[in-house]
């Protein structure tokens, strides 16, 4: 795609509207900016927390974590709702660290329980169930993580999935690489299994939001 997917006004005005973060999320946001790190960004980070105060989640389980961005959006939820459980689970060392670094100050750390390893297989170690489910892996990955997410969210529980609208690659039929057949494949299982209701959300690079039935 050239064109970018959601025109950059909309964006802007989309995360104008989300209220001031805490210095370390705005330290997170400019330094994703800055090394080209694909976070996701103030407008999916608030639509997120937003679901996970609505449904009153206190369990949650995020498959691929990056430094934290999205774990500090879901632990802030956690944390009003009462306190719970927010697993961070990425497979490099590193960004597991700097994830503790950040979370520290913003006192999510009691909140926060850091894996180091492939998702899908920490999700299928880890006893459920969980309110809410979020998904930011490869996208190569997607279907075959479903299995695993539907056998440990509770019913009425909520699966976030990033990336659905993949840059656009989507609509271009001759792309067929694995990341782009992956998120078609996901969305296609999330649309016609009566097991889910979704919808997809388009800001940003798109977000699906299902419930478990
Ligand atoms: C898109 S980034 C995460 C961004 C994060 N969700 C945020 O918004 O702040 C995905 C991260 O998960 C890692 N990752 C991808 N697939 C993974 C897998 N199957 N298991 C563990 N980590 C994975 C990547 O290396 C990368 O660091």
New binding site residues.
């Given amino acids: 795609m050239d064109k970018p997917l959601i025109p950059e006004y909309l964006m802007d005005y989309l995360e104008g509207l989300v209220p001031s973060r805490p210095p370390e999320m705005q330290a997170m946001e400019a330094y994703a900016e800055k090394i080209d790190f694909?976070?996701?960004g103030p407008s999916c980070g608030a639509l997120c927390y937003q679901m996970a105060r609505m449904t009153g989640a206190r369990r949650i389980f995020?498959?691929?974590?990056?430094?934290?961005?999205?774990t500090a959006w879901f632990a802030r939820a956690v944390s009003e709702n009462g306190g719970g459980e927010v697993y961070h689970?990425?497979?490099?060392e590193a960004?597991s660290q700097q994830a503790r670094r950040y979370l520290e100050p913003l006192g999510y750390n009691g909140i926060v329980r850091y894996q180091v390893?492939?998702?899908?297989e920490a999700l299928r170690k880890t006893s459920g169930p969980f309110d809410l489910i979020f998904n930011?892996?490869?996208k190569e990955?997607y279907p075959k993580s479903l299995p695993v997410i539907a056998e440990k969210l509770r019913p009425g529980g909520v699966l976030i999935v990033?990336n659905m609208l993949w840059h656009g690659q989507i609509f271009d039929a001759a792309n067929k690489t694995p990341a782009t057949e992956g998120v078609r494949k996901l969305t296609q299982m999330l649309t016609s299994d009566p097991g889910w209701i979704a919808s997809l959300i388009p800001i940003r690079d798109g977000l699906m939001i299902a419930c478990k039935k």
């Fill in positions: 694909p976070i996701v995020e498959l691929g974590s990056g430094f934290g961005y999205s689970v990425v497979w490099d960004l390893g492939e998702a899908v930011d892996i490869n990955d990033d």
